[in-house]
């Protein structure tokens, strides 16, 4: 696996409350010690631990030949668990399969077929989990054939640029010009044809808020001349997303990424106001997917006509696939960072990325 660092698998078991905390970096990027032990941070942590396993696992299936579902399995009932108890036992959004030019939103619908990953693809693995709502965000890319390692790298390199611009009072633009200075000096040959490598214009690493996923800042990939400054004591989820597109993506079909809104018209059907309450008992403001509505019927399926339902109603948010140009690819890399007056933790970092 391309720029993955190999590691070894860590136990599945259920996750206490005391877990190693990361280092903190000061404004100057340098390590310095860190006291913080609020228990908002001890929530943070637990939750970053179960990623940094759950991605752990799915990291030894992951080669040619895989199927996607066992990935997702592996990493979902691996997050259920070690946080056991906590809303939807600690899934925090949906596991993104995002294949080579989707580049975000794809999981399996209920229904759908295996997908097996191929010796050429480019995928994008970007799941959370949470404790308490406090959502960690963090996404690989798994490629395996060398022609792509320009294209990993400039989204890895991206987000650490990313990663090292943001501070208390860092205006936005700011992150995005850091990040776009990086990528654009990436291309890379295909079939003898040289393609330079571009941000996505359009998709936004984002502020997190507890069970609150995109809480209201964007961090651009590009100069986008916002000036929003970034706040102390907040999360925010620094993603970059390399393209050998033309930067821009829009909806692809299939949708299987939800949102409860609970605005909508009056449910009719039994059926569907049934759903509609399992969804905000089971979820609240969590992205789901209808796979996990599912878990939570009695019969164990049947949920996705229902959750499509609810959403031409205006229950919940649709988030379709976002793809770019046909037979272009894209690579992704992502942390969540916690930032205070006195520097930042990188919370969702381990020894694979």
Request: charged letters at 25%; one cysteine or more.
């Given at each position: 696996?391309?720029?993955?660092?190999?590691?070894?698998?860590?136990?599945?078991?259920?996750?206490?409350?005391?877990?190693?905390?990361?280092?903190?970096?000061?404004?100057?990027?340098?390590?310095?010690?860190?006291?913080?032990?609020?228990?908002?941070?001890?929530?943070?942590?637990?939750?970053?631990?179960?990623?940094?396993?759950?991605?752990?696992?799915?990291?030894?299936?992951?080669?040619?030949?895989?199927?996607?579902?066992?990935?997702?399995?592996?990493?979902?009932?691996?997050?259920?668990?070690?946080?056991?108890?906590?809303?939807?036992?600690?899934?925090?959004?949906?596991?993104?399969?995002?294949?080579?030019?989707?580049?975000?939103?794809?999981?399996?619908?209920?229904?759908?077929?295996?997908?097996?990953?191929?010796?050429?693809?480019?995928?994008?693995?970007?799941?959370?989990?949470?404790?308490?709502?406090?959502?960690?965000?963090?996404?690989?890319?798994?490629?395996?054939?060398?022609?792509?390692?320009?294209?990993?790298?400039?989204?890895?390199?991206?987000?650490?640029?990313?990663?090292?611009?943001?501070?208390?009072?860092?205006?936005?633009?700011?992150?995005?010009?850091?990040?776009?200075?990086?990528?654009?000096?990436?291309?890379?040959?295909?079939?003898?044809?040289?393609?330079?490598?571009?941000?996505?214009?359009?998709?936004?690493?984002?502020?997190?808020?507890?069970?609150?996923?995109?809480?209201g800042i964007s961090i651009p990939n590009v100069r986008n001349g916002d000036h929003t400054k970034i706040k102390e004591d907040s999360f925010y989820a620094i993603e970059t997303f390399a393209t050998t597109g033309r930067g821009y993506v829009r909806n692809a079909p299939n949708t299987s990424h939800y949102m409860g809104i609970y605005a909508g018209k009056s449910v009719k059907t039994a059926e569907n106001k049934k759903i509609l309450d399992l969804v905000k008992k089971n979820f609240k403001t969590l992205p789901f997917c209808p796979r996990y509505v599912d878990t939570f019927t009695e019969k164990g399926s049947g949920s996705l006509s229902a959750v499509?339902?609810?959403?031409?109603?205006?229950?919940?948010?649709?988030?379709?696939?976002?793809?770019?140009?046909?037979?272009?690819?894209?690579?992704?890399?992502?942390?969540?960072?916690?930032?205070?007056?006195?520097?930042?933790?990188?919370?969702?970092?381990?020894?694979?990325?």
């Open positions: 696996m391309l720029l993955v660092n190999p590691v070894k698998e860590l136990p599945i078991e259920f996750l206490s409350t005391e877990n190693a905390k990361g280092p903190l970096y000061d404004f100057n990027n340098e390590k310095i010690e860190n006291f913080t032990e609020t228990d908002l941070l001890k929530e943070a942590r637990r939750a970053a631990e179960a990623h940094r396993r759950s991605r752990y696992k799915a990291q030894q299936i992951l080669k040619p030949g895989a199927s996607l579902r066992e990935v997702v399995e592996t990493i979902e009932n691996s997050t259920r668990a070690m946080l056991a108890g906590e809303l939807n036992n600690g899934i925090g959004f949906p596991t993104g399969i995002s294949l080579n030019s989707c580049a975000a939103h794809f999981t399996l619908n209920p229904g759908d077929d295996d997908i097996i990953l191929g010796q050429d693809d480019v995928l994008k693995v970007d799941f959370g989990t949470h404790v308490n709502g406090r959502i960690m965000d963090s996404a690989f890319t798994v490629a395996f054939n060398p022609r792509y390692e320009p294209l990993l790298m400039a989204s890895k390199e991206a987000t650490e640029a990313g990663i090292k611009a943001l501070g208390v009072d860092v205006r936005v633009h700011d992150i995005g010009a850091a990040i776009q200075d990086v990528m654009s000096g990436y291309e890379m040959e295909i079939d003898g044809k040289v393609l330079p490598i571009r941000p996505v214009q359009n998709l936004n690493g984002h502020s997190i808020e507890q069970f609150k996923i995109h809480a499509r339902t609810l959403a031409l109603l205006k229950h919940f948010e649709p988030y379709p696939p976002l793809n770019d140009t046909a037979g272009s690819y894209i690579a992704q890399f992502e942390h969540t960072i916690y930032v205070t007056e006195f520097g930042k933790e990188i919370i969702t970092r381990g020894d694979d990325y």
